[in-house]
């Protein structure tokens, strides 16, 4: 694996979407395109000028508008273009989007508790969280193999796609993936390349802890 090439000291920054209404909700929003609330904006921006600092070669972002719009601040501070792929999206999860987290657990609790416990569940018949990694951490790993030695891809995405990511790259067991925290709307996390692979340096960065919102609680 190329991402595995020791001593070029790349870092890969994953940046939640700013708040939309759903997860204020507790609505579960899946791959349903929900924009962004004028906080979730201002999140955003005051996110992107300490992204900025980091000085990040490329951008790639899901092409939900939640994510395109949070991505374009940064954007506007770097200069750099995005590149938008589906494959970053959120996981679908079929009759559960649209649906609170209560609605959740009152209607499909066997299902929840079995995805909680780390089995693999097509939540509301939707993608296995294997899946999405499948889909997602090759996008990231490609876009990484292209950053110059010491390069920053920032990779604009969602909660529970950034969780499954993560787990791939760090090559935990999937059963192991819910260990790893929410993010906080507009927080990040960071890998940074090692001598064996890719190593969680940061999580959940970016503010001090506030309550996670939205579909990975």
């Known amino acids: ?23 204020l909700e507790r609505r579960f929003q899946g791959t349903t395109d929900i924009e962004l609330t004028e906080e979730g904006v201002a999140q955003a921006r005051r996110a992107a000028r300490l992204l900025a600092a980091l000085k990040p070669d490329a951008i790639i972002a899901s092409d939900l508008r939640r994510a395109v719009d949070t991505a374009a601040e940064l954007a506007a501070l770097t200069g750099l273009d995005v590149t ?20 959740i657990v009152e209607r499909h609790g066997e299902e929840y508790a079995a995805w909680k416990r780390g089995e693999p569940v097509r939540r509301g018949g939707g993608e296995l969280e294997t ?4 889909r997602a951490a ?9 950053l110059p030695d010491g390069g920053v891809l920032v990779v604009v995405s969602h909660g ?58």
């Open 84 to 103: 938008h792929d589906e494959n970053l999206r959120e996981t679908y999860a079929g009759v559960w989007q649209g649906l609170t987290h209560e609605e």
């Open 1 to 23: 694996m190329n991402g595995r090439v020791a001593g070029r000291g790349r870092r890969i920054v994953l940046w939640r979407h700013g708040q939309t209404a759903w997860n």
């Open 131 to 134: 899946e999405v990694a499948d």
């Open 160 to 217: 529970g796609t950034i969780r499954t990511t993560i787990g791939r790259l760090l090559g935990l067991e999937p059963r192991s993936w819910e260990s790893l925290g929410g993010l906080t709307n507009c927080c990040w996390s960071v890998l940074g390349e090692g001598a064996r692979g890719w190593r969680l340096l940061e999580h959940n960065a970016g503010t001090l802890p506030q309550p996670v919102l939205g579909d990975d609680v």
């Open 138 to 146: 090759p996008v990231v790993e490609r876009s990484a193999d292209k």
